[in-house]
T-cell receptor, first 115, second 112 residues
Framework: AQTVTQSQPEMSVQEAETVTLSCTYDTSESDYYLFWYKQPPSRQMILVIRQEAYKQQNATENRFSVNFQKAAKSFSLKISDSQLGDAAMYFCASFSGGSNYKLTFGKGTLLTVNP | KAGVTQTPRYLIKTRGQQVTLSCSPISGHRSVSWYQQTPGQGLQFLFEYFSETQRNKGNFPGRFSGRQFSNSRSEMNVSTLELGDSALYLC???????????FGPGTRLTVT
């Protein structure tokens, strides 16, 4: 079974500053993927970034980057130059490459961006 | 390409009734997954379909069922609704059942 833990229920950041959201996971699978999804007030889930577990290089997508520590089972998301539009609930999720075909989500971190 | 669509967007039902929710995936995607989102339990996996076959099911009672059609559209059905079934139901599609899933806007179900 996979578990995903987000220990920060809420975070806040000043506009233009950098913030890091934490996530730890546990899995017995050797082939898995990790994701950060964003859910703004509209409730539309949006994929932010994906990390393949077999890749050592950390994924980046514009202002979003991850710090993937495989041995520690840690997967944090860094948002640089925060913008008001980044305000949302952020979910960390895992997906195994085996046969269960499901995303396992953490409880989420609510990010507030202050102007 | 058009995104994932879900209908209806909002639904109010009475306890004991049944409900059917619909999901149309992105064109070319053959996998459809369903998730339930509630404030208390968060996001929970309901089931996943690929080429009309259910490949996995979450820990939900048998009142929750689903199916997928040959055009990859999917429906989920909840029978004998309970107050606790009030939730946002999210559908997601992917090309072949990968974690890179694209979500629809959800159906907000309220059971009174």
């Amino acid at each position: 079974a996979q578990t995903v833990t987000q220990s920060q229920p809420e975070m806040s950041v000043q506009e233009a500053e950098t913030v890091t959201l934490s996530c730890t996971y546990d899995t017995s699978e050797s082939d898995y993927y990790l994701f950060w999804y964003k859910q703004p007030p509209s409730r539309q889930m949006i994929l932010v970034i994906r990390q393949e577990a077999y890749k050592q290089q950390n994924a980046t997508e514009n202002r979003f980057s991850v710090n993937f520590q495989k041995a520690a089972k840690s997967f944090s998301l860094k948002i640089s130059d925060s913008q008001l539009g980044d305000a949302a609930m952020y979910f960390c999720a895992s997906f195994s490459g085996g046969s269960n075909y499901k995303l396992t989500f953490g409880k989420g971190t609510l990010l507030t961006v202050n102007p | 390409k058009a995104g994932v669509t879900q209908t209806p967007r909002y639904l109010i039902k009475t306890r004991g009734q049944q409900v059917t929710l619909s999901c149309s995936p992105i064109s070319g995607h053959r996998s459809v997954s369903w998730y339930q989102q509630t404030p208390g339990q968060g996001l929970q996996f309901l089931f996943e379909y690929f080429s009309e076959t259910q490949r996995n099911k979450g820990n939900f009672p048998g009142r929750f069922s689903g199916r997928q059609f040959s055009n990859s559209r999917s429906e989920m059905n909840v029978s004998t609704l309970e107050l606790g079934d009030s939730a946002l139901y999210l559908c997601a599609s992917s090309f072949a059942g990968s974690g890179k899933q694209y979500f629809g806007p959800g159906t907000r179900l309220t059971v009174t």
